[in-house]
């Protein structure tokens, strides 16, 4: 038996961690987010297999923080295992960057409020600075990932047929659309070779950002809720379809219009996903297609330290502690609006 050399250890991981073109964008975005960004630009080149260019205007990164930006678990985020119950920012394993240097190549070109000039900085495998020179960007932070998977050829090779390309473009899309109903005030591009394919302005609130991003149409069947408790501390703010909405302008195939949030990180929650469902398809028992979704959003937030948000290296799923009391809640908040109860008992008499 031998040890793996270095460099294959860390593409091992690297690729596990950096699994999509998606994945990339998502790691890029919420890093944009997490330095304060009130604007990003996400552009792509043959699906983000060429290129793919997240710009932001956020507090760039401070010239000390430069040489160790994409060393492996370097972070400004959090400094202990305590800073996670306490945990507001998207990031904070300190691997993305470092991930995607070792399998694409990389150039973070950065501002902060006090440089004179933006500096370009170009990254080698292991997430070292090789080579920088001065540029003329303006403040905050571009990351440039060209040729993604260079050096993981089947993964690249199944990202290239035309049928994926067009599925992570929509994934991006979706996920893009996401960041944009949970941000309001973020405004957001995206550009596929040269051509802004989804775009989305600075707006005042979530309903704005839902008429911004799914039509007026859409949102005109979309009823706001509202539920906000103590014990367990919980908050909840949605957009529901309105009792008895046209079926056809409510509902999906899947779940791409099914907006869920946990303390403003979008999330692939099953349980909360199936309650959603199960309430609104009951409304429409003669429907033969009630495997349908609902277009919908679901803001759920609970305080940082009753969630584990480290459970997929993605962050996409998290550990609510109180889930059974947050299933209570949506639930409640699903039987006032629809007056069904997945028991089957009928809904109790209102006051
Ligand atoms: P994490 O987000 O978990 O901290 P990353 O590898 O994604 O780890 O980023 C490493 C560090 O690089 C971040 O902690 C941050 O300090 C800095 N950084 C990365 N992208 C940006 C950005 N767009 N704006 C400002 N700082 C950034
Ligand atoms: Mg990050």
Same mark, same amino acid.
């Given at each position: 038996?031998?040890?793996l050399?270095?460099?294959t250890v860390r593409?091992?991981s690297?690729?596990?961690v950096?699994?999509?073109?998606?994945?990339?964008?998502k790691?890029?975005m919420?890093n944009?987010?997490?330095?304060?960004?009130?604007?990003?630009?996400v552009k792509?080149?043959?699906?983000?297999?060429?290129?793919?260019e997240?710009?932001?205007?956020?507090?760039?990164?401070k010239?000390?923080?430069?040489p160790v930006?994409?060393?492996?678990?370097?972070?400004s985020?959090?400094?202990?295992t305590?800073?996670?119950?306490?945990l507001?920012?998207?990031?904070f394993?300190?691997?993305?960057?470092?991930?995607i240097?070792s399998?694409?190549e990389v150039?973070?070109?950065?501002k902060?409020?006090?440089?004179?000039?933006?500096?370009?900085?170009t990254?080698?495998f292991?997430?070292?600075?090789?080579?920088q020179k /001065?540029? +003329?960007?303006? @403040?905050?932070?571009?990351?440039?990932? *060209?040729?993604? =998977?260079?050096?993981i #050829?089947?993964?690249?090779?199944?990202?290239?047929?035309?049928?994926?390309?067009?599925?992570?473009?929509?994934?991006?899309?979706d996920l893009l659309?996401?960041?944009?109903?949970?941000?309001p005030?973020?405004?957001?591009?995206?550009?596929?070779?040269?051509?802004?394919?989804?775009?989305?302005a600075?707006?005042?609130?979530?309903?704005?950002?839902?008429?911004?991003?799914?039509?007026?149409?859409?949102?005109?069947?979309?009823? /706001?809720? +509202?539920?906000? @408790?103590?014990?367990?501390?919980l908050? *909840?703010?949605? =957009?529901?379809?309105k #009792?008895?909405?046209?079926y056809?302008?409510?509902?999906?195939s899947?779940?791409?219009?099914?907006?869920?949030?946990?303390n403003?990180?979008?999330?692939?929650?099953?349980?909360?996903?199936?309650?959603l469902?199960?309430?609104?398809?009951?409304?429409?028992?003669?429907?033969?297609a009630?495997?349908?979704?609902?277009?919908?959003?679901?803001?759920?937030t609970?305080?940082?330290?009753?969630?584990?948000?480290n459970?997929?290296?993605?962050?996409?799923?998290?550990?609510?502690?109180?889930?059974?009391a947050?299933?209570?809640?949506?639930?409640?908040?699903?039987?006032?609006?629809?007056?069904?109860?997945?028991?089957?008992?009928p809904?109790?008499?209102?006051?």
């Amino acid at each position: 038996m031998k040890q793996l050399p270095a460099d294959t250890v860390r593409l091992l991981s690297s690729s596990q961690v950096i699994t999509s073109v998606v994945n990339v964008v998502k790691e890029l975005m919420e890093n944009s987010l997490d330095a304060g960004a009130s604007s990003v630009d996400v552009k792509l080149e043959n699906s983000g297999l060429d290129r793919i260019e997240v710009r932001d205007n956020g507090h760039g990164i401070k010239g000390e923080d430069t040489p160790v930006m994409a060393a492996a678990h370097f972070t400004s985020k959090i400094c202990s295992t305590e800073d996670l119950e306490m945990l507001e920012t998207y990031g904070f394993r300190g691997e993305a960057l470092g991930s995607i240097c070792s399998v694409a190549e990389v150039t973070v070109v950065t501002k902060t409020e006090e440089d004179d000039i933006s500096t370009q900085y170009t990254l080698n495998f292991s997430g070292e600075i090789v080579s920088q020179k /001065p540029s +003329h960007f303006g @403040q905050g932070t571009t990351v440039s990932v *060209l040729k993604l =998977f260079k050096n993981i #050829p089947v993964r690249r090779q199944y990202y290239s047929s035309t049928k994926k390309c067009k599925e992570e473009l929509k994934k991006i899309q979706d996920l893009l659309t996401a960041y944009a109903i949970i941000k309001p005030e973020l405004r957001l591009t995206l550009i596929h070779n040269k051509v802004v394919v989804w775009q989305k302005a600075t707006v005042a609130d979530h309903r704005s950002a839902l008429l911004a991003t799914l039509g007026a149409s859409t949102v005109a069947n979309l009823l /706001p809720c +509202h539920h906000q @408790q103590e014990q367990p501390e919980l908050l *909840l703010d949605g =957009f529901f379809p309105k #009792p008895g909405a046209d079926y056809s302008s409510t509902s999906n195939s899947n779940p791409d219009k099914t907006f869920i949030f946990v303390n403003s990180r979008p999330v692939h929650q099953k349980d909360i996903m199936k309650l959603l469902r199960q309430h609104y398809a009951a409304q429409y028992p003669d429907d033969p297609a009630r495997n349908r979704y609902p277009t919908a959003m679901l803001k759920i937030t609970v305080p940082p330290s009753s969630v584990d948000v480290n459970l997929t290296p993605d962050k996409t799923q998290v550990l609510l502690h109180n889930k059974e009391a947050v299933l209570t809640a949506v639930e409640a908040l699903l039987v006032s609006l629809y007056g069904y109860r997945a028991d089957g008992d009928p809904p109790a008499e209102k006051q």
